[in-house]
């Protein structure tokens, strides 16, 4: 379905001659993600938007609206309430996505794993291609959603731009631009909890304790 087509015409009729009353007013009761418009006068029902599978509103495949035919030949008027269940087909309409662009590892190991995100189903989602445009670094095992990339030269403290490209099992996807932060490591884990100086340059605790010791020594002098 495409923005402003229109999927049908609903009348209202009556329950005891079967024709439709020529006063018949009609409206949306529930549309909660504003997908919809319905004509007033014929009851006629277009899409405002395009549906998409991925919204919150949409419960396995399918999207819930109810229209309202108010009946005004009756004193006072009576309205009749309708159930819409449009069933929502998963199209390729997302990429995968790298959430995590600063990765942080340790200097002491020449492997970085990365994980990509898309909303689509299959076979629009996962398994993702991973390319790495980095002459210095290589694609390893790959899974799924995630892959692990092999440095090819030793790794030093600093940060440094990787471009990888992700792409769908339908072959959509861009570039993506990491900076990796790569620090020295006395444990399994990386601290990335550095403190920064102008310039991007960083302080260990090491460093730290040193600064603060100089600063008593000056005191102590003076």
Known sequence: MNQGSSFGRFPAVSADN???SEKTTYAKGSD???WLHIDPATGNISFITVPDRE?????NGTYTATILAINNDDVPSTTAT??????????????????NLQPCICDNTKSLSV?????DQSPFGAPFKFTVLDGNWKIGKTEGNTAEL???KELWPGTFKLPVKVEDNQGSGEVHNLDVKVVECTKKQP??????LGGGAVLGASAIGLM???????LRKC
């Open 55 to 59: 919204s919150e509103y949409v419960v």
């Open 150 to 152: 092999q440095s090819l």
């Open 32 to 34: 909660p993600a504003n």
């Open 18 to 20: 079967g024709k439709e």
């Open 212 to 218: 603060v010791l100089g600063s008593l020594l000056l």
């Open 82 to 99: 309708g159930t819409i269940v449009l069933r929502v087909e998963d199209t390729n309409d997302n990429i995968p996505i790298i959430k």
């Open 115 to 119: 994980t990509a995100f898309d909303p």
């Open 191 to 196: 601290d990335c909890s550095l403190t920064k």
